[in-house]
């Protein structure tokens, strides 16, 4: 078994998450291809576009965000929802400006990356005033 304590947090990288974002990993799979995390969102937090080359799985488990795809419109998700991300779809995920949000992150690594990053979700796509296409 894996105990929490041995698990170590990290903070979310600036240049992939904009705000203040806690990461804990919780395991990985025997092959190391499939992995979990524990990634927490302070309010206003959120991660920068990216793609995962095998899609991801969100569980999120405490408070309210937002999720959005490029070129489509904001989703506002609660603790208990799931979401999938396919693979190649350009997104962000984090928390909303008013509540931290925290949720399970599993994905699958190909040639050892689970995520290709891209650039910070600006204010005007952070609030919802843009759609994902446009800057
Ligand atoms: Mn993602």
Redesign the pocket.
Known sequence: MSRDADREITEGPADNFTGTVSIQPQYSGDDNAERVSDVRFEAGAR?AW???PAG?R?IVTDGTGWVQEWGKNRITVHEGDVVW?APGVK???GATVGSAMAHL?V?YAVDGAT?DWMEHVNNDQYLGRKQGDQA
Request: hydrophobic share 40%.
């Open positions: 991660t990216h793609t995962h991801q969100l991300f997104h962000w995920h992150a994905t995520a």
